[in-house]
């Protein structure tokens, strides 16, 4: 319960919204124990432990409650391998005749590197370690599954190679595909791209984009995926250049450029794909954006009370936009 709109932001941010500063500690470091137990692993994949990264929501810290998955790139050394991209975007990865790290992992009757199989022996090392008897471990697409009975977390663990400069001067990621085969990816440009916009903002935009994730996870409206979300909400930011330590300013610019450019294409700024936003329907655009919109008018009339002294009145609007997780006015 809050007597003002800036403590009632404060405690759903602190309380509902951002993930808890103790689990977040404890969550990094059985990650870091974890990467630290697979680079001891013998009779495996060769390592290239310089090029591990962390990746996903949790490594950009805009994850929202709550903690249930952390992501984990494992790098491993071509060892002679090259890849071939088409023009779909698939890799494939060749892997050479006097190659002993992975000649047990190939396509039947090819020389082409199965990521299936490479994850699968992901899955089978890290079953092998004493505290992990007791989880499940299994493989999810691209990723090793490793979840552990005694975290509320499971931890998706994605093995990738590092590639050499290409001819622009690139480099990126390779990581499963779930079908086979392979794919790019660069969690670097995503990671950077966030700390870039945040500290432009004076390290505030953050809390407006886990609110925004939040915002859009409620059942008022089709969900969109997190990461196009977070694009969305980083392009807005991108343009405007400032954010306000209050979230309640920003709230109703996000929710306009939601609900106008959730007809766009969204282009990804890893430059790997052409567009991110090619999974929803017409009519699911069209009903995020209405929500978008009814909502920025009701963020502009929380401001409106707000500023006419009317805290109990904005705090009930701004729980019509969050509902009632939102703290109530007292």
Known sequence: ???????????????????????????????????????????????????????????????????????????????????????????????????????????????????IRVVNEFVR????????????????????????????????????????????????????????HWKKTDPRKDRDRVRTINSTCSGNMLNVLRLVKYWQRRPTMPSMGSYLLECMVLNHFESNGTCSQYQDLELAGVFEYIANHIYSNVSDPKGIQTNLNDKLTWEERSKISNKAIADANLALEARHLESNGDQKGSINKWRQIFGAEFPEYS
């Open 125 to 180: 090392k890290l079953s092998e370690i004493d505290q992990y008897k007791s989880a499940t471990i299994k493989r999810n697409q691209e990723a090793a599954v490793l979840n552990l009975k005694s975290y509320d977390w499971a931890f998706d663990i994605v093995p990738c190679f590092f590639t050499t400069e290409d001819a622009y001067g690139q480099t990126y990621y390779i990581i499963p595909d779930g079908s086979g």
């Open 1 to 115: 319960m809050s007597i003002t709109v800036t403590t009632a932001f404060n405690a759903f941010q602190k309380e509902t919204v951002n993930l808890d500063a103790e689990r977040t500690k404890n969550a990094r470091n059985s990650r870091n124990w974890l990467v630290g137990k697979i680079n001891t692993f013998t009779d495996f994949f060769p390592l290239y432990t310089a090029k591990h990264i962390h990746f996903g929501s949790f490594a950009r810290r805009t994850k929202i409650r709550p903690l249930d998955d952390i992501d984990i790139m494992i790098a491993l050394m071509g060892e002679g391998c090259s890849y071939f991209e088409d023009t779909s975007g698939k890799i494939t990865i060749n892997v050479p005749d006097d190659c002993d790290a992975y000649k047990y992992y190939k396509h039947a009757a090819s020389n082409t590197l199965n990521s």
